[in-house]
């Protein structure tokens, strides 16, 4: 099983503090640093500084980090156009030297697209609809031979016939993570484009049933290649009742709601959860830091849970 830590920066957080996470965390041996694609909070804190561009600042930590892998959970395909957002990705996984993994979805948070004037598709089959065409188009980019040329022709997006330049480090392209529990297209894009198919603050059966699902599309599919399950919950972990209430308290939750719906308790607790998630089938686990001045928080994971896991 491998811990890989999560941010949800656009909740209040600079530059800065996401280095100080990135460098904690790779210091203490975790697998990755992950965060969220939003140019808007949520809930009841007021965002400030205000929010950070997910790709800029991986391009940032992968000149300031050297093992650590660094990815999107999940960059929205509403954002931005397929042709640069696969020269974006390429670009910051040669300045890691190959430490990217391109998590994509199909954008769903209409409040931040109003609120920064990025055009919202009005229905769900139409956002899907571009989804795809997006993943057909930047995977095909990456995956061209270098010399060849790439055209596409699509109902939302069509290209010229073109160098698709520049190629990832990693080849032929980064790992593509899909995520989500949508019953039908979700797990079919998945099984054609995904190398790993995560599910997001899910409970484990409903965890259990999201993979159920993606294996039947992959055996349906003929894949032969492997894919990776993995999980996203909230992380609230202490050493006694007092530090976890604290840390809960910190990030506007009850202890109680957290233990049912995320990794909340001791640190037996936790690898009792993460088991289980295990057992279901997922091989990473991406924690949901949202309290990133608490470091303390990353190294009793590291010191009291993870070697329970190996």
Not at 9 to 27: F, H, K, N, W
Not at 136 to 146: F, H, V
Not at 221 to 249: F, H
């Amino acid at each position: 099983m491998r811990l890989r830590i999560f941010l949800e920066p656009q909740q209040g957080a600079t530059y800065e503090d996401q280095l100080a996470v990135a460098r904690a965390a790779e210091d203490l041996g975790f697998d990755a640093l992950f965060r969220s694609d939003h140019y808007l909070h949520m809930g009841d804190t007021d965002g400030l500084p205000g929010p950070t561009d997910a790709w800029i600042t991986l391009a940032g930590l992968a000149r300031e980090t050297s093992r650590i892998r660094l990815g999107t959970l999940m960059t929205a395909a509403t954002f931005r156009y397929p042709g640069p957002l696969a020269i974006s990705v390429a670009q910051v996984d040669r300045m890691s030297g190959g430490r990217v993994d391109f998590g994509f979805g199909a954008g769903w948070y209409e409040q931040e697209h109003a609120s920064y004037g990025i055009p919202f598709p009005a229905t769900a089959r139409e956002r899907f609809d571009r989804y795809e065409e997006q993943l057909d188009i930047i995977t095909g980019l990456w995956s061209t031979p270098a010399g060849d040329t790439f055209k596409y022709e699509g109902k939302h997006y069509r290209l010229a016939e073109g160098p698709a330049l520049p190629k990832p480090q990693q080849g032929p392209r980064p790992p593509v993570l899909i995520g989500g529990t949508g019953p039908k297209r979700t797990p079919r894009l998945a099984a054609k484009f995904a190398d790993e198919y995560n599910v997001p603050f899910a409970s484990l059966e409903d965890t259990a049933a999201a993979f159920d699902r993606t294996r039947a599309a992959v055996s349906a599919s003929g894949r032969t290649a492997p894919m990776v399950y993995s999980a996203a919950q909230v992380l609230c972990v202490g050493r006694d009742e007092a530090e976890i209430t604290e840390r809960a308290d910190r990030i506007g939750r009850q202890v109680p709601e957290l233990r049912e719906n995320g990794l909340a308790g001791s640190p037996d607790e936790l690898v009792d959860k993460i088991g289980r998630f295990g057992e279901a089938g997922a091989e990473r686990v991406y924690l949901q830091m949202l309290d990133m001045s608490d470091l303390d928080h990353l190294e009793l994971v590291a010191s009291r849970v993870v070697p329970q896991l190996d």
